[in-house]
């Protein structure tokens, strides 16, 4: 039985950051474990957006600290020939009159009171930024300039070749049958390719989450959720330039970005389907769908109403109650490090989620602290929950 001092489930762009986080912090000896390749599983996925915008503030921070590697993601890894694929654009997000008001006003003051930039923008300005969109029904328009796009899959084997070179092995291919404790501890973990010890692991399973519970008995309030990404392609340029969209006032509260060309990635930021049990495989996209999508759109980007569908696809979050993660230790089993429930903004966080996840599975002090996100939040009722409503920005 080999030994390592510290084991990391899964490769995806959490669990990569994970891994590179602890052999920077000085852990010698890790492993990583993926059931299929790294970064593919929900990573690949992800509509990259990133912005440090939330109505949650813990996440704020969280995301800040993610945003200041994106923009230097070579440095940072000490690594000339990586990239994030970043395309910084800008985010901006609007509400009309009505409920969503008050929390986006809110939510763009607590950035500020971070040190984050934010404008707050009149209608003709917004149209300066995004000429292919409308905003007349909009009564309040908020404006992140440091905000934009990536690529998570860029991201994630990014941070899979950085932590190779300082040492990290990771294995591909290899699935988690079982994690071993004795005595209310770890111990390590089972695999059809061996059994491997460990007195740390670090789970970051997304919508495999589950086995947690099926290994420990602890509750693992997380399921999974399939969403649809649509990329349409009108007859206006939505360029590189122009900013990320989110659309409060639209009902599915639409978000938007650049998909080169004249197309635009779209989808909803609501809640989805519900998934029995975790699949990451694609699921079946109505045509109905697609035109309830393409009717909202029209009504912000008039001259979409012409677009036609230029491909489509589904992607699964890993949901927990107030979609927001489950980060730290659990109560009840030393040496078990968690992260799940992302919610869908988990490549946003990455960075420091991973920085974060290390230097907790190391005893360091973290850089922010996770007491919000313990997982008694969901029996004590001390909630996470986005002021926009669930399955919205949180």
């Not at 763009?108 to 300005?125: N, W």
């Not at 292919?132 to 796009?149: K, N, Q, R, V």
């Not at 029995?276 to 912000?300: F, H, S």
Request: proline residues 4%; hydrophobic residues 40%; negative net charge.
């Amino acid at each position: 039985m080999q030994s390592f001092d510290a084991i990391v489930i899964g490769a995806g762009v959490i669990g990569s950051s994970v891994a590179y986080h602890l052999a920077r912090f000085g852990a010698r000896n890790v492993l990583v474990l993926e059931r299929t390749q790294i970064g593919a599983g929900t990573s690949t996925q992800s509509s990259g957006i990133l912005r440090t915008h939330y109505s949650v503030i813990e996440n704020v921070e969280l995301a800040r600290q993610s945003w200041s590697v994106f923009t230097d993601f070579a440095n940072y890894l000490g690594d000339a020939e990586a990239s994030a694929g970043l395309v910084k654009c800008g985010y901006l997000i609007c509400a009309p009159e009505g409920l969503k008001l008050d929390p986006l006003r809110q939510a763009l003051e607590g950035q500020r009171a971070k040190g984050i930039t934010v404008d707050f923008l009149d209608q003709s300005t917004a149209r300066d930024l995004l000429p292919i969109a409308h905003f007349d029904d909009a009564a309040l328009i908020g404006y992140e300039p440091e905000a934009g796009f990536a690529d998570a899959y860029l991201v994630a084997t990014g941070f899979a070749r950085a932590a190779r070179r300082l040492g990290v092995k990771i294995m591909e291919g290899v699935n988690v049958e079982k994690l071993l404790t004795e005595n209310g501890r770890v111990v390590g973990v089972q695999t059809a390719q061996g059994t491997f010890h460990s007195n740390t692991v670090i789970s970051t399973q997304n919508i495999w989450a589950g086995d947690i519970e099926r290994w420990t008995g602890i509750s693992t309030p997380v399921k999974a959720e399939r969403h649809t990404v649509l990329a349409l392609e009108g007859p206006e340029a939505y360029s590189f330039k122009m900013p990320v969209f989110k659309d409060l006032g639209s009902p599915g509260m639409l978000y938007c970005r650049s998909y080169g060309g004249k197309q635009m990635l779209v989808s909803e930021g609501t809640v989805g389907e519900t998934l029995a049990e975790p699949d990451n495989e694609q699921g079946d996209i109505p045509m109905d769908y697609v035109a309830e999508i393409g009717e909202q759109v029209a009504e912000r980007f008039p001259s979409f109403g012409e677009a036609g569908l230029a491909s489509a696809w589904t992607g699964v979050y890993d949901v927990t109650p107030d979609w927001n993660p489950v980060l730290g230790r659990l109560q009840g089993l030393q040496g078990l490090v968690v992260g799940y429930g992302f919610s869908g903004h988990g490549f946003k966080l990455s960075p420091g989620v991973g920085r974060v996840l290390a230097q907790e599975a190391l005893g360091l002090a973290t850089d922010v602290a996770l007491a919000p996100y313990a997982l008694e939040r969901f029996s004590t009722g001390q909630l996470l929950t986005g002021k926009y409503g669930l399955g919205a920005v949180s």
